[in-house]
């Protein structure tokens, strides 16, 4: 038992062992027994007690360098540990070491000897193959080589070190060495942690090498192996010395390719060799042949030898002529000037060794369109392996045009743009075998393919070329031959044409598989003599192929043919170069002929495999993104090829045309019958809902086809999106191009014999048919189109059908994502669908949003262009940025395309963007728009194109005068319409095919001409556009001599050979950094972000449905902008404002006190001053600092203006304020001085009175009483010495004024009969009259319930306009004046005049006098009572019975004498206790205004936002009467609205009244208790006064002179008490102030808003006054915050015409018609009788129309339709119609909720 528990417990001991051991990642089952064994290790605790001895023990053991860092790890031994015990030799003493010696270093160069032999015994065993054994045997020698220079150059310099230090003990100096020695050693320019990266890269870069394939090691000898060590670490200090270490390997991408860089704004030439990558990029990517050429050279010709500095050196040199000839023999040149600069070969395979699958495939393509040869099998430098680059070369396209003789007769087959990786060619190899000095296959190859006029393959002799090229060994290059069927073609059919650099003999595995795919093998063949047997045997073997040779022999002058027809022999020393290129090119020709090997690319792949190479197609992402790409076009073989976008694409198709063609007919909008115009929109509404169904039905469930697709690019990470993009791509035009090929064969005929027909003159009957046929070949060539465009449009079709359906399918949300992200990944998304000429808004808005969820709302740089089909446009673009627009003539650009290229951190802040966004669109006259309408839809796509574009490139190709007008005619009308709608963007002239010799000289004449054509075709289109123009420099900022750039043709000689001219290559750039400097130079404002782009995008096609573009456009960055700035004028309005009501405020209180007798402008304007002086910097800092500020400058003056006319209107209204308020208090003084003199002498008998009854002990009611006896025998006196009232007769002055005002007949009877107390009802058949119709006969309309509503409305505000002006009088306490009655007569008479007097109704006399009667009337008795009140108030008797309490106070005060402090103190706060309770009001009102400004967002902001709040309370309240108001009265629902806002807040159960008024009190308390204190200090200062209580008033009332009214002459009663102790005086008051304030405190705890003197809501009201001018056409308001705005009236909202009560002419129909639809129409309407104009052109009818901007906007009309649904019953009742024939409510309107009218409002 007992063992078998130990047993147990081993297990699990050793259990826990193999787990530590697996926690650091070691082998358990190796590493158990070796510790068990060495150690003696069984347990985990043991690890506990191991020192360094142990782990060095277990070192040994380690087969991996990182095991032996876990050992460490898993033992808890230090790093440092592991070298040398630092912290032992720190902490215990020791003897400095000796110098070591020598030779004791020479056991390191022993190390390798000893590793190759022991290599070598291993190796040479009979278990390994022979293959392994050479292998690794070469692999030793050459490590052991290496590693024993490597020590060998380290012994020499350790012992130059160590014999320099040699019994030294200068450790410092020798520390200061070994530091220089390792780094020299380790290199002086690489950090440690770089190092350490591109170390462990490299490592990742090169395993162990694998064992290479048999036919590998078989062909690969001795001879390259001893240079594989020396390769890489050259291909290292290459990476290096290009700076491109940290690419290495594949980590360059595209971004590096397409982002603008600072090399973008200039064409310069590189100055050191690490931006030479960079220059070779954008060299490449604008097609300048002349990269291949790219070297970064000294300022010296290194070519030359050195000059001598001056004459003296020159003698010294050379003495003698034969000296000269001496050193010219032995001259030489230096290798470092000859190999100064990096070899461009090598240049441009470092870069692709760099260089990730999709920029190799960029680069590979761009070389390919350069005409230059292309890497096919590539040897990695760094490893033993070979690369064949299928994925790279899969994407060139090439197209020719081959003789195919049958019979006797030739036919020109065409292929037109063939993947060229897919055609099946013979193939050419070209081999050296030797050197050759005077001979060079690539030069011979240069003049096959191109007699001599282009290097295709780069040879020794190119510009630029060296000894040393690292790159070039080994790799083989191809290039294609493609004849374009001419009989001075080289070859009659495509050739492939490879090129192996370098000996053969060295590079077995590049030899064997040209072999194998070669029709004819060409050998170049030197030193035949002494040829070893290597180079004997490889060309025994070729002359032994299947395969024809050519033996080209560089020391043989006789042309030797071969026995065989398949190997010749020529002899190349001495002859003619153009001889042997012609020998040469019929021999090839000949063997071609007799040989059907063919092969493609494609095919090539498989024995690429077979022989070990890497082929980069082979990678799992790109194998499994091509299995799906062919599994999708699969899923398409299955339909017929012009079928196949109806079947499974079938949402683009018939249903989107009929789509399109709907949304077009809702911009141009008729009457049908008895249908309304609503009705026709509802109708095309709902049949655009059908269809959409109809594609929904279509599209769900999804496909096979779609659901993949769009389920691979969703899921797939980016690089499986890219390569499945490619293979969908190159499977797609393998699918289409065979059967396109041959429909535009059939095409090409059919339209030759139809021209043929014309000549002969046929029956048109004839040509009917051809025509007929020829369309539907047209049909069908259009329909067999298919690219992966059409994928990404049936996606967004899909998800356009979702949107406006309301479907809740969250798992297409993302589909625009997908757009988005191919953007990001650098693929053009298509904008507009060139097949509907439609662009889908829904879809690219969202897609721009997702852009921003991805990258931010960035700024963009928009680049469009603008030009003839066909002429290249985006040919230029795709050089320009590396893009990949469709370039071919055979599918030219249909619609418009985008695409997104980033600019470099380093110059985004210097450009002001983030990126660019390219725009390219179909041409200008394209065949296929011929007949349907083409130059609308020129002008509509130029239109769109130039107001898309920060800037526009017009391309114009040649000089043909016809199609320059054309382009000039279009453009200068888009570029005038932008200047209509306040865009302004640039544009750039390309005149492309200009000769390059005459294009300087004849500059001049040039730009003349097109100057003068721009200014004939601007005057054109400002006539057609009705504006004054007389050039194009006024349309925008042209500079003819800057702005126009000549090109020179693409193609240096004749397409398909010829290589792109190198002059346009330079014209590009020049034009690109053109580009790039008009965008820094261009206005921050026009730069927009993606989100205002958008925007403009929308508006720019919006406007563009409609006929009209000028008044159709909508620039809602403008509006936007306009929007916040009303906002921020709200916010200084109201801070202005504020603090001019706190400045009234006090201003009231000093006048009222007697304290301000006069007030001028100036002392108003300092006052103010300083509050408008930061508003006015505020303002100018919004205007100078704004993200926007650009858009904002154009109306900062009139905002400047606004606010300054605010605060003169409200200092005016303040000063008129205080003026009639000091006009008051001197009336009241003259009053008041008698009423002095009453008081003073009261108040010197109760004085003489209080004097006589001292001493006496009397009661309260005996002080009182004597008191009253002389109080009342003093009023008797007054009473009989004062004269009588002059009562006036109000009645009889107010008749007076009417019968002078109302002359005629019968008015004085009518104003006697006139019954007091009598209403005024308005009775639209007595008080209107009806304006007669051609001034004899009536206007045939009658009054319509609008009318009356309208009148009854003007009647309405006449009474509360009157009634407001009285009880201003009555607060005021006015005696009656007979010029109150004036006024009352001239209100009513202004506003009787306010109606026009050319309208078809107006107000009659009638109305004038029965409205006055009543007003004056009503008035009278209001006056009476205002003139008894003001009669009582001054008559003397009845003002002192009413002062009777105050007198007798002041009598018990002077009878107390010094105890009446108390009593004194009560008296004062009686007097304070009314003015303080004004003055709370009054604070309250204004501190709730400012809570509800700054707490409600309501009224946080403009006009505009209040009206969407007051629109969403109406709909939620669903209450007709207050709608009715809103309708009838906008401005005073306003402000009942804001007054039942502000009663919400502060009234019910919340408190908050009750919490504003005391916090006022609180205040103004504070304010009291302060003057208290400070007068009482001043008192206590003045002790010369005797009259202190005087002084101590005086102090009190200037403290609180602007707080509360408080008079001081109020105060005369106790200014003469005796108070003594005027610190009790103190004490008193405070006590006494505490009482009155808790007093007002309860009874404002009662107290509700009808308490204020002045209500809170009118003061938000003032703030809020704005615009309220009227729509013309259906009555809604305009929302402009600004009163007197600049510009013209506009909104959001229009309504239906039912609203204003509108009817059909002779009917009660009411009009449904909303006017933002009515303006798509060409429906007419008239004003005042005048003749019709229509809708479109409103802003010509005059006012009030050409006063309002309004837009053909159907995006904000739910709301009102949802009102008139829902209140139908009540609308009919309020204006005596019915919606019923023309008027009858479309059922779209009923099935609109509330809550998606609400939603609406959100959208504004």
């Known amino acids: 038992m007992a063992s078998q528990e130990d047993a147990q417990e081993g297990d699990a001991k050793a259990q826990l062992l193999a787990e530590a051991f697996q926690k650091e990642g070691l082998d358990a089952a190796y590493w158990l027994p070796k510790a068990s064994q060495i150690l003696g290790i069984k347990c985990r605790e043991s690890l506990q007690h191991l020192e360094y001895e142990d782990y060095h023990k277990l070192e040994c053991e380690a087969r991996h360098p990182w095991e032996k860092m876990a050992l460490q790890k898993l033992l808890e031994i230090p790093d440092e540990v592991s070298s040398i015990s630092v912290q032992s030799f720190c902490q215990t003493e020791h003897q400095l070491p000796q110098c070591p010696k020598v030779a004791d270093l020479q056991e390191l160069i022993s190390t390798p000897e000893q590793m190759k032999e022991h290599m070598h015994a291993v190796t040479d065993t009979p278990k390994c193959s022979t293959s392994v054994n050479e292998a690794k045997k070469e692999d030793t020698q050459t490590s052991s080589l290496t590693t024993k220079s490597l020590l060998q150059a380290i012994k020499e310099w350790a012992e130059n070190l160590l014999q320099k230090h040699t019994g030294g003990k200068d450790w410092e100096k020798l520390e200061w060495d070994l530091d220089f020695l390792i780094s020299a050693c380790l290199g002086d320019k690489w950090d440690e942690q770089r190092r350490q990266n591109i170390h462990r890269d490299l490592e990742d870069t090169l395993p162990t090498p694998e064992p290479p394939s048999q036919s590998q090691s078989k062909t690969n000898g001795n001879r390259s192996k001893p240079k594989q060590a020396t390769a890489k670490q050259e291909f290292l200090q290459l990476l290096k010395r290009l700076g491109l270490e940290s690419h290495y390997p594949r980590k360059m991408g595209m971004g590096d390719f397409h982002t603008i860089c600072k090399t973008s704004l200039q064409d310069s030439q590189p100055r050191e060799d690490k931006e030479l990558p960079l220059y070779f990029l954008q060299k490449l990517l604008t097609v300048d042949y002349q990269v291949r050429y790219l070297t970064c050279w000294d300022d010296s010709n290194p070519g030359l030898a050195p ?31 000859m190999d100064s600069h990096v070899h461009p070969m090598d240049l441009q395979m470092a870069i692709f060794h760099c260089a990730d699958d999709f920029l190799r495939q960029t680069l590979v393509t761009k070389l390919a369109f350069c005409q230059l040869a292309l890497p096919l099998l590539v040897p990695n430098p760094s490893t033993s392996h070979i690369e064949f680059p299928l994925y790279s070369l899969s994407q060139i396209q090439r197209s020719w045009k081959e003789v195919e003789k049958s019979g006797k007769q030739a036919q020109i087959k065409s292929f037109s743009n063939k993947l060229i990786f897919q055609a099946q060619t013979p193939i050419v190899s070209f081999i050296r075998i030797g050197s050759s000095a005077s001979s060079s296959k690539s030069h011979l190859l240069n003049a096959l393919l191109s007699k001599r006029k282009h290097d295709t393959f780069f040879h020794r002799h190119c510009r630029g070329s060296t000894r040393e090229h690292f790159l070039m060994e080994g790799l083989v290059e191809i290039a294609w031959y493609c004849p374009r069927g001419s009989p001075d073609d080289t070859f009659e059919r495509c050739v492939a044409f490879c090129n192996l650099h370098g000996d053969a003999r060295d590079h077995g595995a590049q030899l064997q598989f040209l072999q194998e795919i070669s029709a004819v093998n060409v050998a170049l063949v030197s030193d035949w003599e002494h040829m070893d047997n290597t180079g004997k045997k490889l060309l025994q073997d070729l002359w032994q192929s299947q395969r024809p040779l050519v033996c080209l022999l560089t020391e043989k002058e006789k042309v030797l043919v071969g026995q065989a027809r398949k190997t010749l022999k020529i002899g190349i020393k001495n002859r003619n170069e153009a001889e042997l290129v012609d020998q040469l090119t019929k021999t090839i020709g000949k063997l071609l002929e007799g040989s059907n090997t063919r092969c493609s690319l494609e095919a090539c792949v498989d024995k690429a495999r077979q022989h070990g190479f890497i082929v980069d197609a082979d990678q799992p992402a790109c194998v499994t993104a ?163 465009e059409h994928l990404l449009r049936e996606a967004g079709q899909i998800y356009e059908a979702l949107q406006l359906m309301n479907s809740k399918k969250d798992n297409f949300v993302n589909f625009p994502g997908i757009a988005a992200e191919l953007m990001v990944l650098g693929y053009p998304v298509e904008l507009m669908d060139g097949d509907a000429s439609y662009l889908p808004l829904r879809w690219v808005g969202a897609i721009f949003d997702s852009l921003i969820e991805r990258l931010g709302d960035k700024r963009v740089f928009v680049l469009s262009v603008l030009g003839i089909q066909g002429t290249g446009k985006s040919t230029l673009l795709n050089a320009m940025f590396g893009l990949q627009f469709n370039v071919s003539a055979g599918r030219c650009t249909r619609g418009a395309f985008m695409q997104l290229i980033p600019v470099g951190k380093e110059l985004q802040q210097d450009l002001g963007f983030d990126f660019v966004l390219v725009v390219d669109t179909e041409g200008l006259r394209a065949i296929e728009m011929a007949n349907k309408q083409s130059l609308n839809h020129d002008n509509e796509l130029a239109t769109f194109v130039i107001g898309v574009g920060n800037l526009t490139v017009i391309n114009i190709f040649g000089e043909n005068p016809s199609e320059m007008q054309d382009v000039l005619q279009i453009a200068a009308q888009a570029f005038l319409r932008m200047k209509q709608v306040n865009l302004s963007p640039h544009c750039l002239f390309v005149h492309q095919n200009v000769g390059e010799a005459t294009a300087k000289e004849q500059n001049m004449e040039g730009q003349r001409h097109l100057q003068e054509k721009l200014d004939e075709m601007t005057v054109v289109a400002a006539q057609q556009e009705l504006c004054d123009i007389s050039s194009f420099s006024d349309v925008i900022g042209f500079d003819v001599n800057t702005h126009i750039h000549y090109f020179a043709h693409l193609w240096e000689g004749n397409p398909p050979m010829a290589p792109p001219n190198p002059t346009y290559s330079q014209n590009v750039q020049q034009l690109k950094s053109k580009i790039l400097q008009t965008a820094k130079k261009q206005s921050h404002h026009s730069i927009l972000r993606f989100s205002s782009l958008k925007d403009r995008i929308g508006g720019l096609w919006n406007a563009l449905l409609n006929e009209n573009f000028v008044f159709s456009f909508k620039n809602s960055l403008e509006i936007a902008v306009y929007r916040r700035l009303e906002s921020a004028f709200s916010q200084w309005t109201w801070k202005l404002r504020s603090h001019i009501l706190d400045v009234q405020m006090r201003l009231v209180n000093k006048i009222r006190n007697g304290d301000l007798q006069n007030i001028t402008r100036e002392y108003l304007e300092g006052l103010v001053q300083e509050t408008s002086d930061a508003i006015e910097k505020e303002v100018e800092t919004y205007f100078g600092e704004d993200k926007e500020r650009e858009t904002l400058v154009q109306w900062k003056s009139s905002t400047e203006l606004k606010l300054k006319e605010l605060k003169e209107t409200l200092l005016d209204d303040t000063k008129k304020k205080c003026q009639n308020l000091i006009e008051l208090q001197k009336e009241r003084r003259k009053l008041d001085a008698r009423k002095l003199v009453y008081e003073d002498e ?19 009611r005996e002080l009182k009483d004597n008191c009253i006896l002389v109080l009342n025998q003093w009023i008797a006196e007054v009473s009989c010495a004062a004269r009588p009232l002059e009562w006036v007769d109000i009645d009889a002055e107010i008749e007076d004024v009417l019968l002078e005002h109302f002359k005629g007949l019968g008015i004085n009877a009518r104003i006697r009969s006139f019954p007091k107390g009598r209403g005024f009802s308005f009775d639209p058949e007595k008080h209107i009259k009806k304006i007669k119709h051609l001034h004899c006969i009536p206007d045939p309309r009658s009054i319509s319930n609008a009318d009356v509503i309208k009148y009854q409305h003007i009647t309405d505000n006449i009474i509360a306009c009157v009634k407001a002006n009285i009880a201003k009088k009555e607060e005021e306490k006015r005696d009656y004046s007979r010029n109150f009655s004036y ?127 007051i629109l969403r309370y109406l709909a939620e309240q669903e209450n007709f009467e207050y709608f009715k108001q809103y309708l009838t009265s906008p401005k005073q629902f306003c402000e009942s609205y804001i007054e039942i806002q502000i009663k919400n807040h502060c009234l019910g159960g919340s408190g908050r009244l009750r919490m504003f008024l005391n916090s006022s009190l609180d205040i103004l308390y504070r304010n009291i208790l302060s003057a208290v204190s400070f007068s009482t200090q001043i008192v206590k200062i003045r002790k010369d006064r005797e009259d202190k209580v005087s002084l101590w008033l005086d102090e009190f009332c200037r403290e609180l002179t602007e707080v509360i009214n408080l008079p001081r002459s109020d105060l005369k009663a106790i200014e003469h008490q005796e108070v003594t102790d005027i610190e009790f005086l103190s004490s008193a008051m405070a006590e006494a102030l505490d009482d009155l304030r808790e007093r007002l405190m309860k009874e404002l705890a009662d107290a509700d808003l009808s308490s204020f003197p002045r209500q809170p809501h009118t003061i938000l009201a003032e703030h809020f006054s704005g615009c309220w001018a009227q729509c013309p056409f259906c009555g809604a308001v305009c929302t402009n915050t600004m009163r007197n705005h600049d510009g013209d009236h506009q909104l959001v909202f229009h309504r239906p015409q039912a609203l204003i009560g509108t009817t059909w002419p002779g009917t009660d129909q009411l009009v449904i018609d909303i006017c933002s639809s009515l303006l798509t129409t060409n429906l007419k309407f008239t004003f005042d009788n005048s003749k019709g104009i229509s809708y479109q052109k409103y802003c010509y009818a005059g006012l009030p129309s050409s006063a309002w901007k309004s837009l053909p906007d159907p995006s904000m009309q739910a709301y009102w339709k949802w009102f008139v649904s829902h209140f139908r019953t009540q609308l009919e009742a309020l204006y005596n119609g019915k919606f019923q024939g023309k008027g009858k409510i479309p059922e779209a309107w009923q099935r609109i909720t509330k809550q998606e009218a609400l939603s609406e409002l959100e959208k504004r």
């Open 307 to 337: 000059v001598p500095q001056s004459r003296e050196q020159e003698l010294q040199q050379s003495d003698s002529f034969e000296n000269f000839l001496d050193d010219s023999e032995e001259a030489s040149l230096e290798p470092e000037s």
């Open 1383 to 1509: 006024e009352i007569l001239s209100v009513v008479q202004k506003a009787v005049n306010s109606v026009p007097s050319n309208g078809k109704c107006s107000f009659n006399r009638d109305y004038s006098i029965d409205l006055s009667l009543y007003l004056c009337t009503m008035a009278a008795e209001r006056f009476k009572a205002m003139h008894k009140a003001f009669q009582k108030a001054n008559d003397p008797a009845a003002y002192l019975s009413s002062k009777k309490d105050d007198f007798f106070q002041c009598f018990q005060i002077s009878c107390q004498g010094a105890t009446s402090v108390t009593t004194f103190a009560v008296f004062l706060c009686h007097k304070i206790e009314p003015a303080l309770s004004r003055a709370v009001y009054e604070r309250t009102a204004k501190a709730i205004a400012e809570d509800m400004q700054g707490e409600f967002p309501d009224f946080q902001g403009s006009r505009g936002n209040l009206e969407v709040f």
């Open 626 to 788: 091509k299995a799906k790409a062919k599994e999708l076009v699969e899923l398409l073989k299955k339909e017929k090829l012009s079928e196949i976008k109806s079947k499974v694409m079938p949402l683009q198709g018939k249903l989107w045309h009929q789509w399109c063609q709907k949304e077009k007919e809702l911009t141009r909008l008729q009457e049908k019958g008895n249908k309304s115009i609503e009705h026709h929109r509802s109708q095309i509404e709902n049949e655009e809902e059908a269809i959409r169904r109809k594609q929904l039905e279509q599209a769900f469930p999804l496909n096979p086809l779609m659901n993949l697709f769009l389920g691979f690019l969703h899921d797939q990470p980016a690089d499986a999106k890219k390569y499945f993009l490619h293979w969908m791509k190159v499977f797609m035009h393998e699918l289409s191009c065979s059967h396109l090929e041959e429909l535009k064969r059939d095409y090409q005929k059919l339209w030759t014999e139809i021209l043929m027909g014309k000549k002969s003159k046929k029956k048109p009957s004839g040509n009917d048919e051809l025509l007929s046929r020829l369309n539907a070949l047209s049909e069908e060539i259009n329909d067999s189109s298919i690219g992966l």
């Open 1242 to 1260: 009261i108040l010197r008998r109760s004085r003489e009175l209080a004097v006589s009854l001292k001493g006496k002990s009397l009661s309260e």
